[in-house]
């Protein structure tokens, strides 16, 4: 039953109606013409959303930190394109075979474990999927439609969603009953209870922990999640500052059209387009994401450094390929010291901001560069790094963590340039290893 008076059309749910309220500029009642009229909404803190069914003309809603585990309430507004659900207990998406316009669906740490309403609609171009439960079946649609077409020349929907360790970790939540997901937003790991808030001063019930520590608390047979997130939220003063959630990710997606587009649009040199237009040529079956100043910011603020501005505009042109998975690589060689690769030709390098994984500061010096290690091979005897002390320098160096003197430095003339700059860099790798599994070859040998 509608939880609504259709002659007064005033909504009775809280949620609904602010929204309205938001959207229209003044108080219910509202006319029929008003909700027709209405093409994009967001809801917070809703318990029913059958009002919904007014607002015949809906071509986005956004439903966020809301009590809803269904979405029939949905199933008549068939001009939706662009549907959005954050941190809300959503169990059941089979209402969603009505929207056959949906183009972009958003489901973001909610508790939905089947994929096939998604993987059926026959316009979706994109879909954010992190942060669910997803049943072993369906979980494994998900990878095997994204690995096992690879090689398909069609246009696929971009699918965004948890690597297979934070989906296992939000799955054994699930399963243990504590009602909850995990998924790092970017580098923020993220658990969010789904629901309205009980957390004070907090747009949604989330904490930012590792899941190593949150693997290890589920271990004490007396664990709760609720008195986690109470004594969590106990350490809040009212007076501290709103608790803004960043509902999504900062990376922009898209396959080699886009990232080929990204390339010749950016203010990078004509050779680095070059090395990155290889790069993607090489794996154009694969996602590709850049980053934003937002979460590159972040990322130094984390690292305490200061990257220098080419790597950065690299970063944001082209950072790599598939977001959120651990992924390492193979490369044919070293651009500049081919010599040297022959020792390291085997095994694996892992690629990031990596600096204090090693065990070391942020940096190494060698005479006046200050190098940040940037890839570790597998074998730990052969580290990549930038040397941020000078903006002007785009090489990326190469030294061996033996060779390490006190204070970690390096005798002066260690390290050696073996790639131009990090364009040069993807663009001679040859093999992509991703969570220690599925290796993704070049297309080109």
Known sequence: MNSFNSMELNPADEGVRNALIKTLGHSAPFNDSELESIQELRIEYARDIAFLSSCRNLRKIEIFASEIEELLSLSSL????????????LRDIYSLSSLEQLEEIHL???????????LSLPKLEKGYLFGNPWSEESFQKIESYFFENQNSENDLPLLYFSSRPEWKFTRRLNLEGHKTCFAYLDVRPTLVRPGIPKMPNSACDFVEFPMAYLNFRLTDQNFSMDSFFETYGEKRATQEPY???????????????AAQKWVQESQLSREEKEYLLEFIYKFRRLIFYKESDTTIE??????????????????KTISFVLPGYVTEIQMQGFELS?????????????LGLIGTSLGLTNMVKDGDKSLFPIGEHSDSYSILAINI???NDKYV???????LLADEEL????????FSSYASLLSHITAIRVEGEDIVRSLIL
Do not use: M
């Open 108 to 118: 973001l740490f909610t508790f939905v474990e089947e994929i096939e309403p998604i």
């Open 298 to 315: 972040s990322k130094e603020e984390r690292k305490k450094i200061s990257l220098p501005h080419w790597y950065k505009q690299i970063k």
């Open 78 to 89: 068939t001009k939706i394109r662009c549907l959005k659900i954050v941190a809300t207990p």
């Open 411 to 418: 005798e002066e003339g260690t390290s050696i340039s073996v």
């Open 338 to 350: 081919q010599e040297f690769f022959e020792f390291r030709k085997s095994g694996w390098y892992s």
């Open 389 to 391: 002390a000078d903006s």
């Open 243 to 257: 608790r803004f959630f960043v509902e999504g990710s900062n990376y922009e997606i898209g396959r080699s059209k």
């Open 397 to 403: 160096y190469e030294f061996n963590p033996e060779d």
